[in-house]
């Protein structure tokens, strides 16, 4: 059995619609659900309303959960799976998104990247200003290869638990990831080309 | 060893993955060659960006949202309505084929509908027109085929049906 007596319970628990158990389970995996979107997303709202989907999913699933995989693998295989899907929705009916942002004022999307601790506001813009070309570089990779870098770099997994997750081979992984730093340091050196 | 391929081997210096020799060859090139020493500088900048972003903290209302979500989840199944919701399934498919069976049937039955000519059906009417035409026949046309032979009325048809 992969799962540890912890995770066996909790799902047996939630199963049994525990709330308890479930918040328990949310609190141990909120952080990494919600960063892991924030990552695929670019968007802290997104982001929540995303990993709420996730978590929702779980609850709603918990009884047809297996065991032949880890939860983690489970949470994070939802959480790309709802994240590429909000993507592919977003950019069908991005055009009425422009139209409700323009009715309603600009969103400010520089206001989700996270401030800068630095106490110099010209490092700070600095700083902020990288982080939001930072976003646009990952916004701009391919779907497979956001997933296995963001999986990678951000939340530290290995590219057998990355198979795991996405389904892909190992060496698809490796391939993945190598593509997508090759692609980023394109982006980055015809952002500062263009400066 | 050129500008362009220090460019292309910016990432695998700065994660130290090139072997000795390349990257010797690098910082050889850094040092002759200011473009590419400002380019490191600001492309390292940017790439520490991209490989130390900050993790975000979760709004305090998560969980609160998350559970007033399952709660109403909990009290929308509610047990009287849950053999509907199986029915559901293979419910609208059967629906589907009722609906169009009941559009055929209308359709045929109103292609077959007797017509009615003021207020008789047309089988009425085509019984009434039928013992019209007996009636004209045999008191109107009859007679005209029975004429005298060289009678005025005789040759008089004769011309005007062009015989």
């Known amino acids: 059995m992969n799962l540890s007596m912890n995770d066996k319970e909790l799902i047996e628990k939630i199963s049994a619609k525990d709330h308890s158990a479930f918040k328990a389970l949310v609190d141990r995996y909120q952080a990494s659900v919600i960063n892991t979107c924030y990552n695929m997303l670019g968007n802290r709202q997104d982001a929540e309303d995303v990993a709420q989907e996730v978590f929702f999913q779980v609850y709603k699933s918990a009884r047809k959960f297996r065991g032949e995989a880890k939860i983690s693998t489970w949470l994070y295989r939802i959480a790309v799976n709802r994240s590429l899907n909000f993507i592919r929705d977003n950019k069908r009916f991005g055009w009425l998104k422009s139209l409700s942002s323009l009715l309603e004022g600009e969103r400010q999307e520089v206001a989700d990247v996270p401030a800068s601790d630095s106490d110099r506001p010209d490092v700070a813009l600095e700083e902020k200003e990288r982080n939001v070309i930072v976003q646009k570089v990952i916004d701009s990779l391919p779907e497979k290869q956001r997933t296995a870098f963001v999986l990678h770099k951000y939340e530290g997994l290995s590219y057998q638990e990355i198979a795991e997750i996405s389904k892909y081979s190992l060496s698809s992984v490796e391939s993945l990831i190598h593509r997508a730093k090759l692609n980023l340091q394109k982006k980055l050196l015809g952002y500062l080309k263009q400066k | ?163």
């Open chain 2, 1 to 163: 060893m050129n500008c362009k391929k220090v460019k292309k081997n910016l990432t695998g210096y700065l994660e130290k993955n090139l072997t000795k020799n390349m990257e010797e060859e690098l910082e050889n090139h850094f040092e002759s060659c200011p473009a590419c020493s400002h380019l490191l500088e600001e492309f390292s900048q940017l790439w520490e960006a991209l490989e130390h972003r900050e993790k975000i903290q979760p709004s305090p209302y998560f969980w609160t949202r998350l559970k007033q979500r399952v709660v109403e989840y909990e009290e929308g199944r509610k047990p009287v309505w849950g053999w509907l919701g199986g029915l559901v399934d293979w419910a609208r498919p059967a629906v589907a084929v009722a609906v169009l069976l009941i559009c055929v049937f209308l359709g045929y039955s109103l292609g077959n509908f007797p017509q009615t000519v003021n207020g008789q059906t047309t089988s009425q009417v085509d019984e009434r027109t039928l013992a019209l035409q007996e009636f004209f026949d045999s008191h109107y046309l009859n007679p005209l085929n029975n004429l005298p032979t060289g009678s005025i009325e005789a040759t008089y048809l004769e011309i005007i049906s062009g015989e």
